[in-house]
């Protein structure tokens, strides 16, 4: 069975440098507040979320020239599993979290940071070394 399609989008290095750079900046910014507690936990999250989001992009374009386009970040971490799977599984635990981060009322816990914040160190890590 070949894999399901996916809305994707063509996308040149320099597009791709410019989606790795968003992540280093988003996640610099979820840095700022990682030993806050309370609601800066949400934002924290919701911040190192988009960074994974952005990282993906960049991952994407430099190993396939297409990056996710549709509304589904599910299928976005499908398509980054698709150029390696622990990337993939990374961004799946993010887009985990996005819904409570960024709509949600409870607020979430310092350990849901502590995942975010690897989630999205790998991603832009490794968004670093294909799109420099």
């Keep these: 069975m070949s894999p399901r399609k996916l809305e994707t989008k063509k996308t040149n290095a320099g597009e791709g440098r410019g989606r790795r750079q968003v992540a280093e900046k988003y996640l610099e910014v979820a840095e700022l507040i990682d030993s806050e507690d309370g609601t800066a936990i949400n934002v924290c999250v919701g911040v190192a ?30 398509l980054l599993g698709r ?10 635990d993010l887009v985990a979290l996005k819904g409570e981060s960024h709509y949600g009322a409870a607020l979430l ?3 849901d940071r502590k995942k975010a914040l690897r989630c999205a160190t790998t991603l832009v890590d490794e968004a670093r070394l294909r799109q420099p």
């Design 49 to 78: 979320v988009l960074s994974g989001i952005a990282a993906s992009d960049a991952i994407c374009a430099a190993a396939l020239g297409d990056r996710y386009s549709g509304e589904d970040h599910d299928a976005a971490a499908d």
């Design 109 to 111: 816990t310092a350990n």
């Design 83 to 92: 150029v390696d799977p622990k990337l993939g599984k990374a961004l799946h």
